[in-house]
C-alpha cells in the first residue's frame, strides 16, 4: 500500500466550477499536509500547507485536514483554465535515524485536473 | 532570491557514462532534497541533507548513485555508470526546518 495515494484523475471541471481533490495517508504520526501544483514540463510549486485539523483558506483554495480519517483534500473555487496541472499531495511522516527524530516528505502520485473552458 | 538553481538543464549520455547533477539551494535553507520523477513512478525521494549531512539515503536505487554536499551552497548528484533506466527528470528541492520544499528547474537526463 502506498503511503500518500491519490486518484490519478484525469479530473475534468468547467471553468468557474469547484475542484475538489483528494488524499489519504497510511502514517498516523504524519503531522504536516502540503499541496503542490505541477505544470506540464515544470517543477512542482508549493501552493497549500496544513497543520491542524480543519480548513485553511487561501485565496480560491482550500485545504482540508481530518487527521481522525487520515485524509486532506483540496477545493480550487471559481476554477480557472490556468488552473489545469498535476496536483500533488505530500505528508511528513516522522522517522528515527541515529537517536534524531527527522521529517520525510512522501508525495502521492498525482491527480490531473483539467478545467474546460 | 534566485530560487534553487541546477544544472545543466539537459542532459544527454550514453550508457556508461558518467553523469554528474549539480544543485545550488536557496541561500539560508538547510535542508537539501534530491528527487526523481518518472511516469511510472511518480516523484521519488532520493536522498536529503540537514547541515551539509546525508539523513536518509534510502531511496538511492543503487550503488551506482552518489550524493555530497560539500558544502551548504552546493551539491552534487552523480551516477556512474548510467543505464537507459535512469533517464528520468531529476529534481533538487531545498528548505528551512525541513518543510515547505521549493523546487528548482530539473535536469531532464536521458540515457541511451
Known amino acids: 500500500q502506498k503511503e500518500v495515494e491519490q486518484n490519478s484523475g484525469p479530473l475534468s471541471v468547467p471553468e468557474g466550477a469547484i475542484a475538489s481533490l483528494n488524499c489519504t495517508y497510511s502514517?498516523?504520526?504524519?503531522?504536516?499536509f502540503f499541496w503542490y501544483r505541477q505544470y506540464s514540463g515544470k517543477s512542482p510549486e508549493l501552493i497549500m500547507s496544513?497543520?491542524?485539523?480543519g480548513d485553511k483558506e487561501d485565496g480560491r483554495f482550500t485545504a482540508q485536514l481530518n487527521k481522525a480519517s487520515q485524509y486532506v483534500s483540496l477545493l480550487i473555487r471559481d476554477s480557472q483554465p490556468s488552473d489545469s496541472a498535476t496536483y500533488l499531495c505530500a505528508a511528513v511522516e516522522v522517522r528515527n535515524a541515529g537517536g534524531t527524530s527527522y521529517g520525510k516528505l512522501t508525495f502521492g502520485q498525482g491527480t490531473i485536473l483539467t478545467v474546460h473552458p | 532570491d534566485a530560487g534553487v538553481i541546477q544544472s545543466p538543464r539537459h542532459e544527454v549520455t550514453e550508457m556508461g557514462q558518467e553523469v554528474t547533477l549539480r544543485c545550488k539551494p536557496i541561500s539560508g535553507h538547510d535542508y537539501l532534497f534530491w528527487y526523481r520523477q518518472t511516469m511510472m513512478r511518480g516523484l521519488e525521494l532520493l536522498i536529503y541533507f540537514n547541515n551539509n549531512v546525508p539523513i536518509d539515503d534510502s531511496g538511492m536505487p543503487e550503488d551506482r548513485f552518489s550524493a555530497k554536499m560539500p558544502n551548504a551552497s552546493f551539491s552534487t548528484l552523480k551516477i556512474q555508470p548510467s543505464e537507459p533506466r535512469d533517464s528520468a527528470v531529476y529534481f533538487c528541492?531545498?528548505?528551512?526546518?525541513?518543510?515547505?520544499?521549493?523546487f528548482g528547474p530539473g535536469t531532464r537526463l536521458t540515457v541511451t
Open positions: 502514517d498516523r504520526g504524519s503531522q504536516s
Open positions: 528541492a531545498s528548505s528551512l526546518l525541513g518543510f515547505g520544499q521549493y
Open positions: 496544513i497543520y491542524s485539523n
